[in-house]
């Protein structure tokens, strides 16, 4: 079983940056490919970002792509989504997920979930 616990969120204004973070434990993290979806008022859950367990691979949503930028600390078991010139439109809940393969492309699910961050952008 693995847990995985995000913190980072709150409130910022447009263009504005934040960074969160998720602390995983319970399997090897370097097992773990890692990513984040959000989900936001009256919206379904969608994938944000993802990244494989080396870090060198990497996949973004289109809505993402050149502001946020998702990196991992194997040392530290610990994920980081670097979210930079946001938008209200980025206004959700922030889910860090794991699942025991990656690979490009959208995620459809994970087979493990973080109880979510709030974050919200202020036009």
């Known amino acids: 079983q693995v847990q995985l616990v995000e913190s980072g969120g709150g409130l910022v204004q447009t263009g504005g940056s934040l960074r969160l973070s998720c602390a995983a434990s319970?399997?090897?993290?370097?097992?773990?490919?890692m990513g984040w979806f959000r989900q936001a008022p009256g919206k379904e859950r969608e994938f944000v970002a993802s990244i494989n367990w080396s870090g060198r691979g990497r996949y973004y949503t289109n809505s993402v792509e050149g502001r946020f930028t998702t990196s991992r600390d194997n040392a530290k078991n610990t994920l980081f989504l670097q979210m930079n010139s946001l938008k209200p439109e980025d206004t959700a809940v922030y889910y860090c997920?794991?699942?025991?393969?990656?690979?490009?492309?959208?995620?459809?699910?994970?087979?493990?979930w973080g109880q979510g961050t709030q974050v919200t952008v202020s036009s």
């Open positions: 319970g399997q090897s993290f370097t097992t773990l490919a």
């Open positions: 997920a794991a699942r025991r393969t990656w690979s490009p492309g959208t995620w459809r699910g994970a087979d493990y």
